[in-house]
Structure formats: structure tokens, C-alpha cells
């Protein structure tokens, strides 16, 4: 079964750090594309980080924050620093397959004193 698998979120305090990371299940992290999204309560799914090929993207709200990394190809990373409150969401694993795309089951982060 294919299946991205984040780990290490949890509650950290503003100006923390915390990295997330995603195993690959049934499959390798690609020429396609992979990255992680966000949706905080209330909010709908937003884009954090992606990479393909040729270009990483952020968000201009975590840029200079966070940095997205490939360990292998069965492991990526989110690492983030600087958390602010508004950092506070479920982060999702995304992997870009040649048959579609295909999400974790997120990882909470919890930013707060």
C-alpha cells in the first residue's frame, strides 16, 4: 500500500524548532515531486513546501523559517524554526506519484507558551 507517514510533530513554545518527518510506504520519494502542506483549524489545506525536479517553493509565510530536505529515497524532512502561534496546524506529507498523489494522515503542531 502506498502511504506517506509523518512523525514528530508535537507542542513546542514560540521561537522553537521542530523537525517533521515522512517515510515513504510502498513506494520512493521521486522526480515528481513531494512537500508538505498545512491546514490549521478552521482553514483550509495550504501549501508549506514543495519540490520537484527543478524548483523548492515556499510559502511566504514560512520562507527563511522552514527548510524541506530529502534524506533518501524512502525519508524527507520539514525542518522548521522560528515557530510563531500561527504555525499551528496538522502538517501532511505529500508524494507525487506517476498515478496521482497521495497524503499522510498528518502530524499535529501545536505552537504555544
Known amino acids: 500500500q502506498v502511504q506517506p507517514v509523518e512523525s514528530g510533530g508535537g507542542l513546542v513554545q514560540p521561537g522553537g524548532s521542530l523537525r517533521l518527518s515522512c517515510a515513504a510506504s510502498?513506494?520512493?520519494?521521486?522526480?515528481?515531486?513531494w512537500g508538505w502542506y498545512r491546514q490549521a483549524p478552521g482553514k483550509e489545506r495550504e501549501l508549506v513546501a514543495l519540490r520537484t525536479s527543478r524548483t523548492t517553493n515556499y510559502a511566504d509565510s514560512v520562507k527563511g523559517r522552514f527548510t524541506i530536505s530529502r534524506v533518501n529515497a524512502k525519508n524527507v524532512y520539514l525542518q522548521m524554526t522560528s515557530l510563531r502561534a500561527e504555525d499551528t496546524a496538522v502538517y501532511y506529507c505529500?508524494?507525487?506519484?506517476?498515478?496521482?498523489?497521495?497524503w499522510g494522515k498528518g502530524t499535529l503542531v501545536t505552537v504555544a507558551p
Open positions: 510502498g513506494f520512493t520519494f521521486g522526480e515528481f515531486g
Open positions: 505529500n508524494a507525487r506519484l506517476l498515478d496521482g498523489d497521495y
